[in-house]
T-cell receptor, first 114, second 114 residues
Framework: GDSVTQMEGPVTLSEEAFLTINCTYT??????LFWYVQYPGEGLQLLLK?????DKGSNKGFEATYRKETTSFHLEKGSVQVSDSAVYFC?????????????FGKGTLLTVNP | DGGITQSPKYLFRKEGQNVTLSCEQN?????MYWYRQDPGQGLRLIYY???????QKGDIAEGYSVSREKKESFPLTVTSAQKNPTAFYLC?????????????FGPGTRLTVT
C-alpha cells in the first residue's frame, strides 16, 4: 500500500542554520504531496503542497520539490528561526478505495535553539 | 473566524467509562475526520465522514463510534472496548473535490484514562 517514510528525529539546529527533512514515498501513480506542521500543543496546519512531478511547493520560507525519479519530497529552509520549532509531517493521499484519506509519515521533531 | 473547535482540551476518565469528544466546524466543509496521535507513531485515522449521515471506518476504528447528524458536528465516542484509549485526538475537515486532501485541524483533545 501507499506509505511515507520520514527521517527520524529529533533534529536540533541553531538559529539561521539550514534545514532539510527527508521524505520518500511509495504510491501508485503520481499523487499530490503535502507537508503539514504541528506547533507545540496545537493541531496540524498545511504548510505546503505539490500536485505534480517537478512542482515546487513553498510557504513561510520552506520549500519542497516533488521528484518522481527519486520518489522524494524533502522539506528545506535556508535559515531556520526559533519559531520554526515544531513537528513536521509528510503526507500523501490514499490511492486505494477511498479518495478522502491521507497517509502521514511519523513526523520529525525540529528544535531550533537561539 | 472560521475554524474547528474541539472540547475539552484535556479530559480524564476512569477505565470502563465511555467518553464523547466534541468536534465542531464552521467552515462549511463536507468531509470530517478523526485521528489518533501517539508519540512516535504519527497520525492514525479512526473514522471519516464525507457527508452528513454517512461515515466510514478508518484504520483503527475498533472501540470507537461516531455520528454525523449535522454538517458542522462530528462527535467521537471512545468506548470501554477501546483497549488503550489514552492518546491525543485530532479532528479535521476538508472542503470540496479539488481540495479534499487539504485538511484543517482542530487543536486536539488529550484524553487520559486511568
Amino acid at each position: 500500500g501507499d506509505s511515507v517514510t520520514q527521517m527520524e528525529g529529533p533534529v536540533t539546529l541553531s538559529e539561521e542554520a539550514f534545514l532539510t527533512i527527508n521524505c520518500t514515498y511509495t504510491a501508485t501513480g503520481y499523487p499530490s504531496l503535502f507537508w503539514y506542521v504541528q506547533y507545540p500543543g496545537e493541531g496540524l496546519q498545511l504548510l505546503l503542497k505539490a500536485t505534480k512531478a517537478d512542482d515546487k511547493g513553498s510557504n513561510k520560507g520552506f520549500e519542497a520539490t516533488y521528484r518522481k525519479e527519486t520518489t522524494s519530497f524533502h522539506l528545506e529552509k535556508g535559515s531556520v528561526q526559533v519559531s520554526d520549532s515544531a513537528v513536521y509531517f509528510c503526507a500523501l493521499p490514499d490511492s486505494g478505495g477511498s479518495n478522502y484519506k491521507l497517509t502521514f509519515g511519523k513526523g520529525t521533531l525540529l528544535t531550533v535553539n537561539p | 473566524d472560521g475554524g474547528i473547535t474541539q472540547s475539552p482540551k484535556y479530559l480524564f476518565r476512569k477505565e470502563g467509562q465511555n467518553v464523547t469528544l466534541s468536534c465542531e466546524q464552521n467552515l462549511n466543509h463536507d468531509a470530517m475526520y478523526w485521528y489518533r496521535q501517539d508519540p512516535g507513531q504519527g497520525l492514525r485515522l479512526i473514522y471519516y465522514s464525507q457527508i452528513v449521515n454517512d461515515f466510514q471506518k478508518g484504520d483503527i476504528a475498533e472501540g470507537y463510534s461516531v455520528s454525523r447528524e449535522k454538517k458542522e458536528s462530528f462527535p467521537l465516542t471512545v468506548t470501554s472496548a477501546q483497549k488503550n484509549p489514552t492518546a491525543f485526538y485530532l479532528c479535521a475537515s476538508s472542503a470540496g473535490r479539488d481540495t479534499i486532501h487539504e485538511q484543517y485541524f482542530g487543536p486536539g483533545t488529550r484524553l487520559t484514562v486511568t
